[in-house]
């Protein structure tokens, strides 16, 4: 006959000492914890810690808020009334927990090596297994809350679907190691945190919270209204068209907001400051407003579509770069208000891409191009096409590259090169530098640049590939000296300018 256990209407402790023992708390906060065997235990009334043993045992905490520990075997675990803390530690077995009613809680502890969970619903049971370090299956049922932590090493949860089940709420908890949230599936809001080490958390389509901890960290809410913490390291937010308007804190390092446009919408961005921090908003074919502290990078990639970008004043909001890759389309960013560094890449297209004050690198791609630097040290190359590059003030460093481009340096001491095609070139004030290589006058196309205001009184000078040997001859027309180059017998036509020696080559 089985021993039995009885306790009293205060707070008792009853320890089982032989297996196969049955235990009943009665009233009273009581503490009952069985030996090896299959056992069984009622907490009673009471807030109760049952904690079973080795064995198959059948624990059921009755009224309170009780904890239940099955321990190794297959047990079966049931809160019942109250709110109920289920506790799996590493090396216990295959456990039901029914949790009742109120709002209960399964707490698991992985193992110090990486775990690899996965949490879905089983019918209306929410199944939550390991596939190594020792296999394991938990089904839960009237449970409301999941807490799966992970050990010190690269630790994996995936949530599946988990509809029809009591499930609520999912947190997990990586530790160190570079741990993986994947909530792709999910349908329960979820809860990430990664902890020491370089993770990667992925949220549902619901309202998610990420914390990455300390490492460089790549977070990506999805929809939902979520919320993002960096923390320490140099962190990624993902965000793309049709994700909802997350609130993004960067933490210390240097973080970066990349947003994805749609890949044939036309989509509008524009970043504000609010304060010390920035207001995103974008439109398309989804819209959002990101409210984002403590980021210093935002990138835009555009996609396909003619997609629209404004940068206003964000001084004092501690970011530092923009960076917008427009992608397909004719497209158009406009920064003039901001002085901060442009990085900027129109694709393909007929883009018009305006900088601020800062010091701008802007690419126009493929397409007829409008590249304006405004104010900075800015470098601007119109690549394909026949594209209109003005550095504007500062001293820049402007290309035309393919195409019969018109080059304008404007104010600054420019760096001017017309690269193949017949290219309009101009200096604008300051002393500035035409230049040509070796690969443009050997190209196979005879090709003639036009300098509009060249100045040796200003410091203007023409850089060719070799100065002596460059030139084969020169000649006056229409009150503009051209200069013939070797090679393909390209050209370079001076306005105002009567004799070569009036040109400084170097």
């Known amino acids: ?79 019942q009334e109250g709110n109920d803390l289920f506790i799996w530690n590493n090396g216990d077995g295959n456990d039901y927990v029914y949790g009742g009613g109120e709002i209960d809680e399964v707490s698991v502890t992985g193992a110090a090596a990486g775990d690899e969970f996965t949490l879905a619903a089983g019918g209306t049971d929410a199944v939550l297994a390991r596939s190594n370090l020792g296999a394991f299956t938990l089904n ?34 990586g530790g160190d190691g570079n741990d993986t ?73 240097t973080d970066t907001l990349a947003i994805a446009g749609g890949t044939a919408s036309d989509d509008m961005v524009s970043i504000a400051a609010s304060g010390s921090s920035l207001l995103i908003d974008v439109s398309g074919s989804g819209s959002g407003t990101l409210d984002l502290a403590a980021v210093e990078i935002v990138a835009f990639d555009g996609g396909g579509g003619d997609d629209l970008m404004t940068v206003g004043d964000l001084a004092g909001t501690g970011l530092t770069t923009v960076s917008f890759n427009a992608g397909d389309g004719n497209d158009i960013l406009d920064a003039t208000a901001t002085g901060l560094a442009l990085m900027t890449d129109g694709g393909l297209g007929d883009d018009t891409l305006i900088g601020g004050s800062g010091d701008d690198s802007m690419l126009g791609g493929n397409g007829y191009d409008v590249l304006l630097g405004l104010d900075g040290n800015d470098t601007i190359a119109g690549q394909d096409g026949d594209d209109d590059v003005d550095g504007q003030d500062g001293n820049d460093v402007l290309y035309g590259n393919s195409g019969d481009d018109t080059v304008s340096g404007s104010a600054g001491n420019d760096t001017v090169i017309g690269g193949t095609g017949e290219d309009l070139l101009t200096g604008g004030t300051g002393a500035d530098v035409f230049c040509y290589n070796a690969a443009q006058l050997t190209n196979g196309i005879a090709e003639g640049d036009l300098i509009v205001d060249y100045s040796a009184a200003e410091g203007d000078k023409v850089k060719l590939p070799s100065a002596a040997a460059s030139i084969t001859s020169s000649f006056v027309l229409n009150g503009n000296l051209i200069v013939v180059l070797a090679g393909d017998g390209d050209t370079i036509e001076f306005v105002n300018v009567s004799h070569l020696a009036d040109v400084i080559f170097v």
């Open 140 to 173: 839960l049922y009237a449970v409301e809350t999941a807490v799966i932590a992970g050990g010190s090493n690269d630790d994996r949860l995936t949530v599946g679907p988990l509809d029809y089940t009591s499930l609520t709420q999912v947190i997990f908890d």
């Open 181 to 253: 949230l994947d909530g792709i599936a999910a349908t329960r809001a979820l809860t990430g945190l990664g902890g020491a080490g370089n993770d990667s958390l992925t949220g549902s389509e619901l309202a998610d919270s990420l914390s990455g901890g300390d490492g460089n960290d790549t977070l990506t809410g999805r929809h939902g209204v979520d919320t993002m913490h960096g923390d320490g390291g140099d962190d990624l937010f993902a965000w793309a068209i049709g994700d909802g308007g997350d609130q993004i804190d960067g933490g210390n390092g």
């Open 1 to 79: 006959m089985a021993t039995t256990r009885i306790g009293t209407n205060a707070a008792d402790t009853l320890i089982g000492t032989v297996a196969d023992e049955i235990f009943l708390g009665l009233n009273g906060d009581d503490s009952i914890v069985a030996s090896d065997g299959n056992d069984t235990g009622y907490g009673g009334n009471g807030n109760d810690t049952l904690l079973g043993g080795a064995g198959a045992d059948s624990l059921s905490g009755q009224n309170g808020d009780d904890v239940l520990i099955g321990g190794a075997g297959d047990d079966t675990l049931l809160g």
